[in-house]
């Protein structure tokens, strides 16, 4: 049949991966520091979920052009409630509310206050802020409002944390349990490796980091893993068929027999996600641009990462059953 | 793994046709329950109110230090150095260093069995009060038990939350959901109410009103400030041209003795009428009747809303409070007494509205990124594998029906985040067909017949799916585990994702292929 893709990819690609190893480490460690460098330079650009406050998307129907969003500034401004950043929203899909330029971002820093007063705060500063512009703009409408304590956005930090380190330690576990502990190993180094550098990324942009940046990390985290596993499976497979070979030798046969998979399935998912990314809308484009970065580095360090690391931990050669 | 049985065959098509069934609801006007939409798709609130704990246990130990000084009253009295709530704890100092023992054995009597009294890890009732004899000092400290305080927050929470039911329900908003949350934290979801500063005052009022003689001999400055006699105090009222009164400390009646408000007009003004049940009714005439002629405070968490003077006796035990109302705040006045006050102080810690404009504008991206990334990732397939990603894709659409009929079906909620994790599932269910077809593909040039070609690829290729799978399906777990709000919803669209992808890709697209292999009898397979 011609349409099989068959015709586009080579047959059976041999590219010497593993040779290629000292290189893909260097490329690694260097992208690493550099992400840290980043974190602890620039920090990362913590939404309301982490950081607590007030954030508002409001509508007018007259166009929010530059005019009225620096009157809704200086309004803003003189309630005394701190920097206030005030963004208009284009919106180029016809139908949609806000098409033109009729929405705005509001983003006001949270509030100080001890205990419970600070809580409340917020809520006041958000009050504060819908009474200011219903006095401007009679026909102003909220489309969203979020208001967070301190308290909350204090727990989702933590929590943000704890499920990244929770889905870490399954994944070693999981590895370890189906696979040898050199295999395991491998894998969370390779993880550890795709999460730093989607953190250093966001670092680097500046984007917001929320909670579904979370929840893409987390993704990033199953899919690279799935990458891995599926690199892996075949890996055991062929050492316990090829005896004989070396073990560089044996990794690269299964890296390359598996790469038109790994290469097809992250296409068929970055497809999806370019869909998410140009079409979702912008409360879904920082979840999907973190995860179409995170799926190129996640099928990056299976190949690169993942599988070279087995020539360092020493994996056994003898058949073994897991 | 290409031979299915009779039974088999049934069970796969009984499967698919029953995601079919729940999901068809959906798009077509058969009846049945549709997906249930987040709040930040059909819009409305979700807000979570954190209950005042801290304030609770100092009200109780308050308490317990007004009990001993009753205690220690009793003859023979036992005269007190000191007896104050400093910290987490009363503090008591006898005054003669004789009275220790009798002093400390009075007040067991304040430490009772917890709650229900059950039995804790040692068989012994656990206790409300924890005491520390310091006898050099001649100090007694009392402190409340961990038990206690659990049973102090549950009932709290419980309470409150019963309250809020009430308010909530009788102010005509519908099918809300309130539910605990955490240990100290009740959620309060409204579907459909964008503006939520009504209920957030409606459930954050803590509605104690009380009946207090006033005291117009006591002078009040414009300022508030004032000489205040022992059992008099000064309470801001809701009324400019009297902002301060003084008010006897003790209530003549309380809220809980309310068996009835509602609100009505008197004279074209909207008004609150209530009525007291026989001890409240009994109080109030008995003072009534004895201070003609005074005015009286009506006091709602501690402000004054307003202060009638009493014309005559009020024996009926009913009667109204004019006050500066509005219709609607005479009405929410009415049901919040009505429903009773929150046994403790409620506080907005998190506060999210979605309008219902932003709602449909999200429902309608997502609907159109679905149905792209569809449609992209369903050519690509096609262009990779041609016949067999026909297969693949078939499998590509009952999975989105699945998901469908699986989130109808369990009526779980389907949230923004819950969309893009679809459009993930759709880019990553075709995994596993991916795995099989290149495993295909490679047995074939092994020199293979097609029919063992499949054979082997589609078992060669389980471990790898399902390892894979088993992966992604952590992460959504710890994901639903200790993700917070609408990011729940990405976990849940991702977990069932997975699970149907699994069916489809592997059972459902292997009952094509098997039945495609049965029907023409290729010589060379087409991949």
């Known amino acids: ?322 | 793994m290409l031979y299915f049985a009779h039974w088999k065959i049934a069970l796969i098509l009984a499967v698919s046709l029953l995601g079919i069934w729940f999901a068809a609801p959906n798009f077509s006007p058969l009846p049945g329950q549709t997906v249930n939409l987040g709040l930040d798709l059909q819009g409305g609130s979700h807000l979570v109110f954190e209950v005042d704990l801290p304030g609770v246990r100092a009200e109780r130990l308050d308490g317990l230090s007004q009990e001993a000084t009753v205690l220690f009253r009793q003859q023979p009295t036992i005269p007190t150095a000191a007896n104050a709530v400093i910290g987490d704890e009363v503090v008591i100092r006898v005054a003669r260093a004789e009275d220790m023992d009798e002093a400390f054995s009075r007040l067991q009597s304040l430490s009772r069995p917890v709650g229900d009294g059950s039995m804790g890890l040692t068989g012994v009732a656990a206790r409300t009060v924890d005491f520390d004899r310091d006898n050099a000092e001649r100090t007694i400290r009392m402190s409340l038990t961990d038990a206690a305080m659990i049973d102090i927050r549950d009932r709290t929470i419980a309470q409150s939350i019963e309250v809020i039911r009430r308010r909530i329900d009788a102010s005509g908003t519908t099918e809300p959901t309130i539910a605990r949350q955490g240990d100290e934290r009740i959620l309060v979801q409204v579907p459909g109410e964008s503006n939520p500063q009504r209920i957030i005052e409606l459930v954050g009022t803590t509605a104690r009103m009380t009946f207090h003689l006033v005291r117009a001999d006591v002078a009040v400055g414009a300022d508030g400030q004032g000489r205040t006699p022992p059992g008099v105090m000064i309470l801001q009222q809701d009324d400019l041209s009297e902002p301060y009164i003084a008010v006897e400390r003790r209530a003549m009646v309380s809220g809980e003795n309310l068996t009835y408000a509602g609100s009505t007009f008197q004279d074209g003004q909207p008004v609150v009428e209530f009525r007291f049940d026989t001890t409240g009714a009994a109080a109030f005439g008995r003072v009534t009747s004895q201070n003609v002629g005074r005015r009286f405070a009506v006091v709602l968490d501690d402000i004054v809303i307003s202060s009638p003077v009493i014309l005559g006796p009020i024996l009926g035990g009913s009667g109204v409070i004019q006050g500066n109302f509005t219709f609607e705040s005479a009405y929410d006045l009415a049901v919040l007494l009505q429903a009773g006050a929150l046994p403790a102080e409620l506080t907005v810690v998190e506060q999210r509205s979605v309008g219902p404009g932003l709602g449909q504008d999200s429902i309608n991206k997502g609907t159109i990124a679905v149905v792209i990334g569809f449609i992209a990732v369903m050519v690509f397939m096609l262009a990779a594998y041609s016949v067999f990603g026909v297969f693949s894709n078939l499998a590509l659409m009952l999975n989105v029906m699945l998901i469908l009929g699986a989130l109808s079906g369990l009526q779980a909620t389907l949230t923004l985040p819950g969309i893009a994790g679809i459009i993930l599932t759709i880019g990553m269910a075709v995994d596993a067909n991916v795995l099989i077809y290149e495993r295909i593909r490679e047995e074939a040039k092994n020199g293979r017949s097609p029919a063992n070609a499949i054979e082997k690829g589609y078992s060669e290729a389980l471990s790898a799916i399902l390892d894979a799978n088993i992966t992604t399906l952590i992460a959504a777990g710890v994901l639903y585990m200790l993700g917070a709000g609408p990011v729940r919803g990405f976990a849940v669209t991702l977990g069932i994702g997975i699970i149907t992808s699994v069916f489809t890709a592997f059972v459902f697209s292997r009952l094509l292929v098997a039945m495609w292999v049965k029907g023409l009898k290729p010589k060379k397979l087409p991949i």
Not at chain 1, 27 to 38: G, H, K, N, Q
Not at chain 1, 90 to 106: D, M, P, Q, V
Not at chain 1, 176 to 184: A, L, T, V
Request: some cysteine.
């Open chain 1, 1 to 322: 049949m011609s349409l099989a893709l068959t015709n586009y990819f080579p047959d059976s690609t041999s590219i010497p991966f593993i040779k290629a190893r000292f290189a893909a480490f260097g490329f690694s460690v260097l992208m690493i520091l550099a992400s840290i460098a980043a974190f602890f330079s620039m920090g990362l650009n913590f939404g309301i979920d982490f950081t607590g406050g007030v954030t508002l998307e409001v509508r007018t129907e007259a166009e929010i052009d530059a005019a009225r969003i620096d009157e809704m500034r200086g309004v803003l401004n003189n309630l005394g409630l701190g920097a206030i950043e005030l963004q208009g929203l284009s919106e180029l899909t016809e139908g949609s509310e806000c098409y033109g330029n009729h929405c705005a971002l509001i983003r006001v820093q949270p509030q100080e206050g001890e205990g419970l007063e600070a809580e409340v705060a917020q809520q006041e500063a958000n009050l504060a802020v819908q009474a200011a512009l219903t006095e401007l703009y009679p026909d102003i409408e909220y489309r969203s409002v979020q208001v967070l304590g301190p308290k909350v956005s204090g727990e989702l930090v933590q929590a943000g944390i704890m499920s990244i380190v929770t889905a870490l330690v399954l994944m070693l576990v999981y590895i370890w349990f189906r696979f040898e502990w050199q295999y395991s190993v491998g894998a969370v180094v390779a993880l550890i490796h795709d999460v730093i550098i989607t953190i250093g990324m966001f670092s680097v942009t500046q984007l917001e980091f929320n909670l579904s940046t979370i929840a893409a990390i987390l993704t990033i985290v199953g899919y690279s893993m799935n990458d891995t596993v599926v690199v892996y499976d075949r890996i055991r497979e062929k050492i316990r068929k090829f005896k004989k070979k070396s073990l560089d030798e044996v990794l690269n046969l299964a890296i390359n027999k598996t790469l038109s998979r790994t290469i097809l399935t992250s296409l068929t998912t970055l497809v999806a996600l370019f869909s998410l990314w140009l079409l979702g809308g912008a409360a879904l484009q920082g979840f999907a641009f973190a995860m179409i970065f995170g799926i190129v580095v996640g099928t990056y360090s299976s190949i690169f990462v993942a599988a070279p690391i087995l020539m360092l931990t020493n994996v056994k050669r003898e058949a073994s059953e897991a």
